[in-house]
């Protein structure tokens, strides 16, 4: 008697995660899904992430980027995910609106570096500030925004059960806060 | 007479203070104190500010507020003189742009700017209400100069530049004409003495509300509300006190026939508000004069005086014992949101002219709380014809639902502009016929808030039930480019939004924005497909997420030219991704100037690759 053949996992969704110039707040946020997260790994394989510690992000579904743009290297990055990501998504205020760190942006970036450091270091390494924070949205297409600073996690939660069951990511109404 | 910010100087206190004993230290008069108060002191120190709030009793941060909001009021220097363009498309159609460089050349001003010994000014405004002899400008927010040209504009320049006072100014430059092309019954006018007034006051409240409602009147401003169901309910509304205001703001670009109502007919908009005051019951009534119209005025002051003399307002008005009333003219000071009927009664109230929360109605709580009915000045004209001529009678002209007659302020490219008085019903091609317009492409009825009309549906009647119109017809033919038509209109919104929400507030802005990327993407093709999706977004979120009509009606331009004209749009998004609107590289240039880098990390490309 031959066996029943068995069902071929269904493949999962790849999604690589970056905090550019964010707090780590969003991600913390994600992480606050609690023990749901066991529920998602059997879902989900995480590419480049803080949480794997993958430096270069692979070929992947889904995109989550926290943080705006604050030097060169985000821009680099953020292009890096937008060429690899299928799905790319802005979350929190700081990716939608360059948020906290944007306050900057009605003073001079080289005075301050100036102010700050007296002679300021030239090495290649260092990447360099842009004169504006900017939102990722002005730099790539984003395709998903979740708003709120951090997102709850149970909006992630909701995003991520869309993506991963093929539907157009829509926020529920209680999810969305302002205060 | 140019005032210091620091102390108020003795001779604008005593400017200030006549004004404000002229409207007896009246709080609610603060818009026009502060009207009559620059245009003695061509801008609003400070200073001032805190004088004038004293004198009211105000704080300073309201007087602040409100001088802040209004686009006429300075709160920083400004020149003796000054010059403001009006910029509605139909002026720039003309070669309005051209003009005020050509002027600014001359005076060695840019737009914007105060020249370095003070002498003027040179800016530009929202549409003023000259469409059909334009391009036109506004002086000293008092005057209006028509049929600017280059010889025109040469000759203002030496007048300016040799200081001539304005009054010295050749009179033919202000010229304002009426411009009527087709006359039906308003424009005709009433017979020349209204005499017969008193008979129709001495019919019962409610048989002027009945003839009213027979005449199937709807409002001329925009909306379409039946006249006989608002005055019904204000009526209806408790309280002892009441008011009749007429809209006369007249702010939606490319409408001027409000103008020439009130400079030719203003008996009969009187007559019609003094109608509405004796059916619903009120006691006072306001025109709310757009700050454009100020030269409009002496005339409409001297019409109420001859009134008042007549016995036709006042106590026992048209001889009626116990119908006490009166109108009051307040100007406005160039906000177009004061069109809309809240932000109106706000601005005569002497606040920011911003939009009330509705429910309460104005015909529930309008002005100072009391039940207020708000008309626009044609359907008070058209009130005054049917009081004496009967509901039935203008029943019978128009179409069923769609009575009666209107007007239409023709410009744009055709031969004849000016004003067109049809019965409702009548196509958009007949009036193109009729004003000489062969070769047009589109026509923008009723304003930037109403529609663009393609040439395919000019079989399309002007009439509530197929295209309603506020009364703007703006023609434009087959050289124009009707994408660069609703960036303009864009720019107008984002300027004219009042800023209460943030849908319109930032929206307009970043409609503006994406407009802009578009018309001069950075190289050929820089705009995309996601460019062209995010106007779409724009669009859902202002017409559904805003406070009141002014962003719910934004993007119509946007809306209609993307669906009958999108090949504009699609020649403006060819790239294949979407490619930033910022010069990436520029962004390190601080970070460069202090690290001295050259290196290649210390550059950005901008394009995406494709
Ligand atoms: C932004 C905005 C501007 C408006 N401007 C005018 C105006 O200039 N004149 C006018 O009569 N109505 C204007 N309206 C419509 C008024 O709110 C109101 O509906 C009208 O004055 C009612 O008069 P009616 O019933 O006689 O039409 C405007 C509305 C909005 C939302
Ligand atoms: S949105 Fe809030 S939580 Fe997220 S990175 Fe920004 S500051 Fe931190
Ligand atoms: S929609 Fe625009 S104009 Fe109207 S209240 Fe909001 S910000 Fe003001």
Redesign the interface.
């Known amino acids: 008697m031959n066996a029943p053949p068995i069902p071929e996992a269904p493949r999962k969704l790849r999604v690589a995660t970056v905090s550019l110039g964010g707090c780590f707040g969003c991600h913390m946020s994600l992480l606050d899904i609690d023990e749901r997260l066991l529920e998602l790994i059997e879902k989900v394989d995480f590419d480049r992430s803080p949480l794997t510690d993958i430096k270069t992000v692979g070929e992947c579904d889904v995109g989550l980027i926290e943080g705006g743009l604050c030097n ?1 290297e985000n ?2 990055v953020l ?1 890096a995910f ?1 060429a690899h990501c299928r799905v790319l998504v802005a979350v929190g205020a700081c990716a939608i609106t360059g948020g906290l760190p944007a306050l900057r942006n009605h003073l ?4 301050m ?2 102010s700050v450091y007296g002679e ?3 090495d ?1 390494e260092l ?6 924070v ?1 939102p990722i949205h ?4 984003i395709d998903h925004a979740l708003p709120g600073c951090p997102p709850p996690a149970d909006a992630f939660w909701q995003l991520l059960q869309d993506l991963i069951a093929g539907r157009t990511p829509v926020q529920a109404p209680g999810l969305i806060r302002y205060d | 007479m140019v005032v210091n910010a620091a102390a108020v100087s003795e001779p604008t206190a005593e400017t200030a203070d006549a004004v404000l004993d002229r409207w007896q230290r009246d709080p609610l008069a603060l818009v026009q104190i502060l009207r009559e108060t620059q245009a003695a002191t061509y801008w609003l120190p400070r200073s001032l500010l805190v004088h004038i709030a004293a004198a009211l009793g105000l704080t300073v941060a309201h007087v602040e507020g409100v001088a802040g909001f209004y686009r006429f009021f300075h709160t920083s220097p400004v020149g003796c003189v000054r010059l403001l363009f009006s910029d509605n498309i139909t002026d720039r159609m003309l070669g309005s742009e051209a003009l005020l460089a050509q002027l600014c050349a001359r005076l060695g001003v840019a737009p914007g700017e105060v020249d370095a010994q003070g002498r003027f000014s040179v800016d530009r405004c929202s549409c003023t209400g000259l469409c059909d002899q334009g391009p036109a400008l506004l002086v000293n927010h008092h005057q209006v100069v028509t049929r600017l040209d280059g010889a025109r504009v040469d000759a203002l320049a030496d007048c300016l530049l040799a200081g001539t006072p304005v009054e010295e100014w050749p009179d033919e430059w202000f010229r304002v004409v009426d411009g009527v092309q087709r006359a039906d019954l308003l424009l005709t006018g009433l017979a020349a003495d209204a005499s017969s007034l008193p008979a129709v006051l001495a019919r019962s409240p409610q048989a002027l509300l009945d003839e009213v409602a027979q005449s199937g009147l709807r409002g001329r401003g925009g909306a379409g509300f039946p006249t006989e169901r608002k005055w019904q309910a204000c009526r209806d509304a408790p309280g002892p006190l009441r008011c009749v205001v007429c809209n006369a703001d007249e702010g939606e670009p490319g409408t001027f026939k409000d103008r020439v109502l009130l400079a030719s007919h203003a008996d009969s908009v009187f007559d019609g508000m003094t109608v509405a005051a004796r059916a619903v019951g009120a006691q006072q009534g306001f025109v709310y004069l757009r700050g454009e119209y100020r030269f409009l005025l002496p005339q409409l002051e001297q019409v109420l005086a001859r009134r008042r003399v007549a016995g036709l307002l006042g106590r026992n008005a048209a001889g009626i014992a116990g119908f006490d009333f009166d109108i009051a003219i307040h100007l406005g000071a160039g906000a177009y949101v004061c069109g809309e009927e809240s932000a109106l009664i706000e601005s005569l109230e002497g606040k920011r002219g911003t939009p009330r929360i509705r429910p309460p109605f104005p015909v529930q709580a309008g002005y100072l709380g009391r039940p207020t009915v708000v008309n626009n000045v044609e359907t008070f004209c058209a009130v005054a014809h049917i009081a004496r001529r009967g509901g039935a009678w203008w029943a019978g002209i128009g179409t069923a639902q769609s009575t009666g007659t209107k007007i239409h302020s023709v410009s744009g490219d055709c031969a004849r502009p000016g004003l067109y008085e049809y019965p409702l019903g009548t196509t958009i091609a007949q009036i193109l016929d009729e004003c000489g317009a062969p070769q047009a492409q589109a026509v923008q009825v009723g304003g930037p808030s109403g529609a663009c009309i393609p040439a395919s549906e000019f079989g399309r009647a002007i009439a509530f039930e197929d295209v309603p119109s506020a009364g703007a017809f703006m023609v434009f033919d087959r050289s124009r480019d009707l994408f660069e038509v609703a960036r303009h209109f864009a720019r107008f919104f984002a300027h004219e939004s009042c800023g209460l929400c943030t849908p319109c507030r930032v929206g307009t802005e970043l409609v503006v924005r994406r407009l802009d990327k578009l018309a001069h993407a950075r190289g050929a093709g820089h705009a995309s497909a ?1 460019d062209i999706e995010r106007l779409h977004d724009l669009d859902t979120v202002l017409h559904s997420g805003t406070h009141c009509g002014l962003g719910a009606s934004a993007c119509n331009p946007l809306r209609d030219t993307m669906r009958h004209f999108g090949a504009a749009y699609a020649q403006r998004s060819t790239a294949a ?2 490619q ?3 010069d ?1 590289d ?12 050259t ?1 290649a ?2 550059h ?1 490309h901008t394009d ?1 690759p494709t």
Request: glycine share 4%; charged share 30%.
């Open positions: 060169a821009v680099e292009r937008r001079d970036v080289g005075d570096l100036q300021v270091p030239d290649p990447p360099l500030p842009l004169n504006r900017l002005e730099v790539v297409h | 996601f991704q979407f930033p609107d910022i990436l520029a962004e390190l240039s601080s970070a460069r100037r202090v690290t001295r880098r290196d990390g210390a950005l995406t």
